[in-house]
C-alpha cells in the first residue's frame, strides 16, 4: 500500500471521469487517500461516481465540465477555488475520437477532437497554471496516446490532437520543471474502454489493456521519491499495438 507524506491530503482533478481511464484514475487516487473533483458533462454520472467514493470513506467532488468552453473550465476552476483552494494534481484525460478515413471526416468531428483533446488540455492546464506556480508544486499528467508518435489507419486527426497535445506537453514541461511542476506524459496503447466499439472490444479483448492498469501506473509515478520524476510513460499491450 502506497502512503502519502503525513496531514498532506493532495487535491487531485481528473477530467474525463464519467467513466473509462478517467473514472479509473479518479478511483486510484481516491484509494491513496486524496481528495478527487471529478469532471465532466454528464452530470448524474460524475454524482454516481463521486457517490461511490464517498461511500468508500473518500472525498469526492462532482462538476460539470465541458473542457473546450473556456467559460466552463473557468467556472469549475471557480468553484474548486472556492471549495477547496488549489489544484495538486491535474489529470488531462478527456478526450474524444471517430475512427473514420481522412476523406470521411467531417470538419465538425476535426474541431470537436481538437477542441477536446488540444485545446481542452490547454485550458484546464492554464486554469491550475498560476496556483501551481505561486506554490512551487503541481502535478500535471497529460493522457496522450500511442498514436501521438505511430500511424494508425483511420485516426488522422486524433492522431494529430494527441501529437499535438505532447508537442504543448512537452514545451510545458521544459518551461516549469525548475518551478517545481511535474508535466507527465501518458501515452497508452488500446484501452478497452467505450472509445471503442463492442465488436472491436469483443475481438481484441485479450490484447487489451484495462483502465485500472492506466490507473494504477500513474498513481505509482505520482508516489515516486520527491527526488526524482518520470517524463513519460508509455503503456502498451504485451504483444503491441491493435
Ligand atoms: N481507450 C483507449 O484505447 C485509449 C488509448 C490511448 C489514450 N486514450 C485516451 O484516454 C483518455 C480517456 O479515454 P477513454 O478511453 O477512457 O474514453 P471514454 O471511456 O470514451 O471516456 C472519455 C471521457 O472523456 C469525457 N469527455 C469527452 N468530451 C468531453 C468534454 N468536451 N468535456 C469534458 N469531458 C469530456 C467523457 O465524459 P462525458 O461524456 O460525460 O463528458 C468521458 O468521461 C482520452 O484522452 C483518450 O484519447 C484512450
Redesign the pocket.
Known amino acids: 500500500m502506497i502512503e502519502l507524506e503525513k496531514n498532506y491530503v493532495p487535491v487531485v482533478w481528473v477530467?474525463?471521469?464519467?467513466?473509462?481511464?478517467?473514472?479509473a484514475i479518479a478511483n486510484a487516487f481516491a484509494i491513496i487517500g486524496c481528495k478527487i473533483i471529478l469532471?465532466?458533462?454528464?452530470r448524474s454520472?460524475?454524482e454516481i461516481n463521486a457517490g461511490k467514493i464517498i461511500d468508500q470513506g473518500g472525498y469526492a467532488l462532482p462538476l460539470v465540465?465541458?473542457?473546450?468552453s473556456e467559460t466552463s473550465v473557468r467556472s469549475a476552476m471557480a468553484a474548486i477555488t472556492k471549495k477547496l483552494g488549489s489544484v495538486d494534481v491535474l489529470v488531462n484525460?478527456?478526450?474524444?475520437?471517430v475512427f473514420e478515413s481522412f476523406e470521411k471526416t467531417t470538419v465538425k468531428e476535426f474541431d470537436q477532437i481538437v477542441?477536446?483533446?488540444l485545446r481542452?488540455y490547454f485550458l484546464c492546464t492554464k486554469s491550475v497554471m498560476t496556483s501551481m506556480l505561486k506554490q512551487k508544486k503541481g502535478h500535471i499528467f497529460n493522457?496522450?496516446?500511442?498514436?501521438a508518435t505511430t500511424t494508425f489507419y483511420n485516426s488522422a486527426v486524433?492522431s494529430a490532437s494527441?501529437a499535438g497535445s505532447l508537442a504543448l506537453s512537452k514545451c510545458l514541461r521544459a518551461e516549469v520543471r525548475k518551478k517545481g511542476i511535474r508535466v507527465i506524459d501518458v501515452?497508452?496503447?488500446?484501452?478497452?474502454?467505450?472509445?471503442?466499439d463492442k465488436s472491436s472490444r469483443k475481438k481484441f479483448h485479450s490484447k487489451?489493456?484495462q483502465?485500472e492498469d492506466?490507473a494504477d501506473a500513474i498513481v505509482s509515478v505520482y508516489c515516486q521519491p520527491q527526488r526524482m520524476t518520470t517524463d513519460e510513460i508509455i503503456l502498451r499491450p504485451v504483444e503491441g499495438d491493435v
Request: aromatic share 4%; proline share 4%; with cysteine.
Open positions: 477530467t474525463g471521469a464519467t467513466k473509462g481511464i478517467g473514472l469532471t465532466g458533462r454528464n454520472q460524475l465540465c465541458d473542457v473546450t484525460n478527456a478526450g474524444v475520437t477542441d477536446t483533446n481542452g493522457i496522450h496516446s500511442v498514436s486524433y494527441k501515452l497508452p496503447g488500446a484501452v478497452e474502454t467505450d472509445m471503442w487489451m489493456l483502465p492506466v
